[in-house]
């Protein structure tokens, strides 16, 4: 709401309801719109729909509702909509454990819908604080870039209770760092430029701009056509609008990276909470230890891996997904490491165990469903 | 004071075990408190595992996680089974009426019959909660202010003021220190 | 049509890119006509396609606003964008059967249970006709298609005892029609009353596929056949014979009898808004 977010549409799925709830009290007393859908694939058309007709809209959901959301999303990635999506993960496959936290949604937020063809931008705060500070963010990045963005939560984040402080006036937005964008209407008639640029505005119905948006591949004005040139144009601009300007969107934090750790733990979302409580202990015992915590999870923040380190890669999935990522983005010589756990966050105590075990030269192996090598 | 308190509860959904971890965090940041809360139930149904972990600092917190409670309210035996290994040197506040407690453990562990007290006075069991909550307030004393308890509940709950109120005051007066 | 094609139409769409003999200009048409009888401007409009020849071919067509949603989504789309748009700005959707009845028959039930103002007309060519020609959920009985090649033995949903209509009848719509393309002015004149009602409208209309359906079903590309054979299965209601499939003309005229879904929203927000302004101010 401080974004200036006047429609949500949402459908009920633990753990994302509570912000559903919010809205439905919140919203209309700003003169604003919650709107329930027949399920999680109306959901977002609803927003989107809100959205082509020029307001700030969002949508919230869980792992089970997000893969209803392939649909959508794709529509609003090819039509450049403005679009804010939070997925709260909880633990799956499937329905899983509802009222517990997961991480399995990494990649699927960086492909969100078919066809490939584009980038995405994904937010991970890992605070009710951050989460509040990351969907102002959300919406602005999703005006500039004229896509949706996804906050990547988790039940930890949508489910917790914490003390967070929310500013009053224009000044306590800046200090903390909010950014803002108004929407604006693309005067057309070439609404889809086949470049990179960015802070173009997106096309809004209902002005007489005369607009075009599909589901199929448009020319620069916006008509359906199926060239390949077309086409390549069209991907061109979905994928190095993102590419080109991710210095707009990077954002993470790191700990104690400057003294050659012998270990570099990778984390994001609640997890990285016990991760940076564990690090910090384990540096008060002398363990040359540090932490990367990406913040902007997609584009994957490849430039904060410029050492060589044993990486540890702290994840609520058992399958190992940021870890592929920490692999291909590290020094070619580094040890990668792998600590799934899912449902629960790894304990501080489980965190020093396998600090030592690493530090002293020992592997991570496993045997049965308690401990499987990734 | 140590720099973290942990506050652990945990028994079966429809306790009030998520509302007694909200009204805790609330009266703690009412008393400036940065304040963590975690829950996490089994299903979207009543009757299924239910737990929730209050971390208090006067510091930004980190983890979130409880890993050595200063106090575990046990609403179930279940829960005792599953989360009382943790316990070294803090309190336990149970519910004889559904908790067997292993009386050799050298930690504290103080009876607290909220769900026959509740019945016994209140006439109704949804009071037990609150019951654990002045139980809980009590054992805590040196930290959480008592009378912030109270009002923070009360504000949480906007019904049944009197009988609450009763409640908290009944458990309150079970721990002595 | 040349005044409405100047006046309503883009000339960059015109000739259409459907087939030869195909009749879904027909339908099209009529739209167009009754929006020119009624005084609308091209900006009052805002034009939503689906997927399928109904939607492919008339997406971007219309002068002022197209979008054009994935299989079966538009309804949805078009409710949130409803709230979104000016009031008196109308929504009209052209969709195909299998957009409207199957994938997105759900969706659709939805927009008729909140009266979202939109005026849906179906352009029913019997079935998947772009995919090559599959059966659907309109195809008569025995039909033999690319999927039914036995011929169509599944129930279908113009069965007089099964009617798609009465089934959005029962889920809230407030104007409903039937037709074939060839009817000329009682279509026209139902997709009138359609963009009078304040709420959700839906024109059924049945035109002839000749590249896939007629090649199919009647074992020749001959158009005056297929026309004819479309033409002889209909009938106003009423006039009904033994082999009519389907019984022309209004089904269900409730127009503006119940609240439209964006003005209820915004009646309902502003009442909200006010008493905690009120609240607020105390």
Redesign the interface.
């Known amino acids: 709401m401080l974004a200036g977010c006047n429609?949500f549409?949402g459908y009920p799925i633990?753990p994302a309801t509570e912000i559903a709830e919010a809205m439905s009290v919140n919203l209309?007393?700003?003169?604003?719109?919650y709107?329930q859908?027949?399920?999680e694939?109306?959901a977002m058309?609803?927003?989107?729909?809100?959205?082509?007709?020029?307001?700030k809209?969002m949508t919230a959901t869980s792992g089970p509702g997000f893969i209803l959301y392939a649909?959508?999303y794709?529509?609003a990635i090819g039509c450049e909509i403005p679009l804010v999506v939070l997925n709260s993960q909880r633990v799956g496959p499937v329905s899983g454990?509802?009222?517990?936290p997961g991480q399995g949604e990494f990649y699927n937020v960086r492909y969100p819908t078919q066809g490939g063809n584009y980038e995405t931008i994904v937010l991970a705060p890992n605070s009710a604080q951050e989460a509040m500070l990351m969907t102002v963010e959300a919406f602005y990045l999703s005006e500039r870039f004229r896509t949706p963005v996804t906050i990547l939560a988790d039940?930890?984040i949508t489910?917790?209770?914490?003390?967070i402080s929310v500013p009053e006036t224009d000044e306590e937005k800046k200090a903390m760092g909010m950014r803002f964008m108004e929407r604006k209407a693309h005067p057309g008639p070439e609404f889809y430029p086949p470049t990179d640029e960015i802070d173009i505005p997106p096309v809004v119905?209902?002005v007489?701009?005369?607009?075009?948006?599909?589901?199929?591949t448009p020319t620069e004005e916006?008509?359906?056509i199926e060239t390949v040139e077309a086409q390549h144009k069209h991907s061109y601009r979905m994928i190095y609008k993102i590419r080109n300007h991710k210095d707009i969107i990077s954002r993470h934090e790191t700990l104690f990276l400057d003294d050659e750790p012998d270990i570099i733990v990778v984390a994001y979302g609640?997890a990285s909470?016990?991760v940076?409580?564990?690090v910090?202990k384990a540096r008060e015992k002398g363990q040359k230890i540090g932490m990367i915590r990406p913040i902007s999870v997609w584009p994957f923040p490849d430039e904060l891996f410029q050492y060589k380190a044993k990486y540890l890669s702290v994840e609520l999935d058992y399958d190992g997904q940021m870890v592929r990522e920490v692999q291909r983005a590290a020094p070619g010589d580094s040890e990668i490491h792998f600590f799934g756990k899912c449902?629960?966050?790894p304990?501080?105590?489980e965190l020093h165990e396998t600090f030592d075990k690493l530090l002293s030269g020992e592997q991570l192996s496993r045997i049965g469903w308690e401990r499987e090598a990734w | 004071m140590k720099d973290r308190i942990e506050i652990l509860a945990s028994g079966f959904g429809g306790q009030g075990v998520v509302r007694l971890g909200q009204i805790v965090g609330t009266a703690a940041v009412n008393q400036g408190f940065r304040v963590t809360m975690l829950k996490s139930h089994g299903t979207e149904q009543r009757g299924g595992y239910v737990r929730t972990q209050v971390v208090l600092s006067k510091e930004e917190i980190d983890s979130p996680l409880v890993e050595d409670p200063d106090f575990f309210c046990s609403f179930s035996s279940a829960a005792y089974k599953q989360f009382g290994h943790m316990m070294k040197d803090g309190v336990v506040l149970y519910d004889p009426a559904m908790v067997e407690i292993d009386e050799s453990k050298p930690f504290r562990q103080i009876a607290v019959p909220a769900k026959d007290m509740a019945i016994e006075k209140l006439g109704r069991p949804i009071y037990a909660n609150i019951i654990m909550l002045g139980a809980l307030s009590a054992a805590a004393c040196e930290i959480l202010d008592k009378e912030n308890m109270l009002a923070t509940m009360l504000s949480i709950i906007p019904k049944f003021k009197d009988e609450n109120r009763n409640a908290f005051e009944i458990g309150y007066g079970m721990v002595t220190s | 049509m040349d005044k409405l094609t100047d006046k309503y139409l883009r000339k960059r769409k015109i000739p259409s890119t459907a087939c030869s003999g195909c009749g879904l200009g027909q339908a099209h048409k009529a739209m167009v006509v009754a929006i020119d009888e009624l005084g609308f401007d091209f900006y009052d409009i805002i034009w939503g396609t689906s997927i399928g020849c109904a939607g492919r071919q008339t997406f971007a067509t219309w002068k002022g606003d197209n979008f054009a949603g994935t299989h079966g989504r538009v309804y949805a789309i078009a409710r949130g964008l409803r709230l979104a748009i000016p009031v008196e700005k109308k929504l009209v959707l052209t969709v195909g059967d299998g957009d409207a009845f199957g994938i997105g028959f759900n969706h659709l039930l939805h927009a008729a249970r909140s009266n979202a103002q939109m005026t849906v007309l179906v352009c029913d060519n019997l079935g998947y006709q772009s995919t090559g020609g599959q059966y659907g959920w309109t195809t008569p009985a025995g039909v033999k298609t690319d999927s039914s090649p036995y011929g169509m033995f599944e129930p279908n949903w113009v069965q007089t005892e099964m009617d798609i209509l009465n089934v959005l009848k029962a889920a809230g719509a407030t104007f409903l029609a039937r037709h074939v393309s060839m009817d000329g002015r009682p279509l026209v004149e139902s997709c009138k009353k359609a963009l009078q009602n304040n709420g959700f409208s839906l024109v059924h209309c049945v035109f002839p596929c000749i590249t896939n359906f007629g090649k199919n079903a009647l074992g020749s590309r001959n158009t005056v056949n297929m026309f004819n054979w479309i033409k002889n299965r209909a009938a106003p209601l009423g006039e009904e014979k033994e082999d009519t499939l389907w019984r022309t003309g209004i089904y269900h005229d409730a127009i503006n009898t119940r609240p439209e879904f964006s003005q209820l929203m915004r009646d309902k927000v502003s009442e909200i808004q006010r008493r905690y302004q009120d609240e607020g101010s105390h």
């Open positions: 429609a549409a633990t209309p007393r700003i003169g604003g719109y709107m859908a027949e399920d694939c109306a058309h609803l927003a989107i729909g809100a959205s082509l007709g020029g307001m809209a649909d959508p794709g529509w454990i509802t009222g517990a039940q930890l489910d917790g209770f914490e003390d119905l209902g007489g701009t005369k607009a075009l948006c599909s589901d199929w916006g008509y359906d609640s909470r016990t940076k409580t564990a910090k449902g629960e966050l304990t501080v105590a």
